[in-house]
């Protein structure tokens, strides 16, 4: 063997999504992906079932159904080696791996897939900061929109056959560059209603509309205190990032919980494309806790007319920030509850 490394494993800083049941024989059930009509058993093998060991250096054979794909797009050995003097002891062993270079097939079945800007399809990372329910619409509806163009995991096609409502865990360990493992991330969603677009077709835009919401005043949010921040040490290129950690740190949770509060009521036998969604209502709500986390984290400046001037300043980004269109004067006010969208550009809510 000439080789002594190998790429990076293809669930290397990927979040996989698995459907749960009430029990564990539902959960393996909807776990399951069936084959593609034409794979054939007695040709679908795992390596140790192949006639010929395979040479580990050579590029892997082509994956022609589920078994193979579970168990051949990757090759590792172990080779122990007995201590000459007591042969129930191991000495020394070898580990090999192989296909490097070999791209492993972009199908799993348990990412979410998208759409870079330069047109590559990449599944969806895994980022512990991130809550599991703003991935819910990407789970439950074919296409979510937007411009990664997120596709759900092949999985859930099939998995709200076995049961109409399933839990989705996920697991997957957030990475950097190195390879070095920085928090492992799993997550769990409540009890979720299978079939959105077969069963409740409109209540799929109330559900992605409900996410962008909770999203867009978390964003806001970020804006406002990286704002507050540099306006108070006057450099507009300075960052903070303990302020936007703890902003977030508040509100995120916070509204995770408002999130599936208002999941949970949405009418699904409604004909209205708003799905008993209150869209004013679902606004003020997730505006409330921006408000009430961004008071929090900029608190300590209050306390004298130079952090007051800033705080106050950049609490319009709340709001939307200042209108970009010709005559809309010098902005809004600061704390006045209107919403103008110049600085969301690309948010539909």
């Not at 208002?262 to 709500?285: F, H, I, M, Q």
């Not at 921006?290 to 130079?306: C, I, M």
């Not at 609490?315 to 005559?327: A, F, P, S």
Request: negative net charge.
């Amino acid at each position: 063997m000439k080789s002594a490394s190998a790429t990076a494993g293809p669930l290397r800083t990927a979040l996989s999504y698995h459907p749960e049941g009430e029990t564990l024989f539902q959960t393996l059930l909807a776990g399951l992906t069936p084959p593609e009509a034409t794979v054939r058993r007695d040709v679908d093998l795992c390596p140790w079932e192949w006639e010929e060991l395979p040479d580990p250096e050579s590029p892997p054979t082509d994956r022609t159904g589920p078994l193979a794909l579970l168990t051949a797009c990757s090759s590792h050995a172990l080779l122990l080696v007995a201590d000459e003097e007591r042969p129930d002891t191991v000495a020394d062993a070898f580990i090999t791996w192989a296909y490097r270079g070999e791209r492993i097939p972009r199908d799993d079945a348990y990412l979410i897939w998208q759409i870079s800007q330069q047109g590559n399809r990449y599944p969806r990372p895994a980022d512990s900061r991130r809550g599991l329910w703003r991935d819910v619409d990407a789970l439950l509806l074919y296409e979510a929109g937007g411009p990664a163009q997120p596709r759900r995991p092949k999985v859930f096609d099939t998995a709200f056959e076995v049961a109409e409502i399933l839990r989705v865990r996920a697991l997957g360990f957030e990475q950097e560059g190195q390879a070095k493992d920085r928090q492992f991330v799993e997550g769990s969603t409540p009890p979720l209603l299978g079939f959105v677009e077969e069963d409740a077709p409109r209540t799929e835009a109330a559900v992605g509309r409900l996410r962008r919401l909770g999203e867009l005043y978390g964003h806001r949010l970020e804006r406002a205190v990286r704002k507050a921040w540099s306006l108070y040490v006057d450099d507009p290129k300075a960052e903070h990032s303990t302020w936007s950690a703890e902003a977030g740190a508040r509100y995120w949770p916070q509204a995770e919980t408002e999130f599936w509060s208002r999941y949970r009521r949405l009418d699904r036998s409604s004909a209205s494309l708003e799905a008993g969604l209150d869209r004013k209502a679902t606004r003020k709500a997730f505006l409330a806790l921006a408000e009430r986390s961004y008071d929090t984290v900029t608190a300590p400046l209050a306390s004298h007319a130079r952090g007051a001037r800033a705080v106050a300043e950049a609490r319009i980004e709340l709001y939307g920030g200042r209108r970009t269109t010709k005559g809309a004067g010098s902005g809004i006010a600061a704390g006045s509850g209107l919403e103008p969208t110049g600085s969301d550009q690309g948010v539909s809510v």
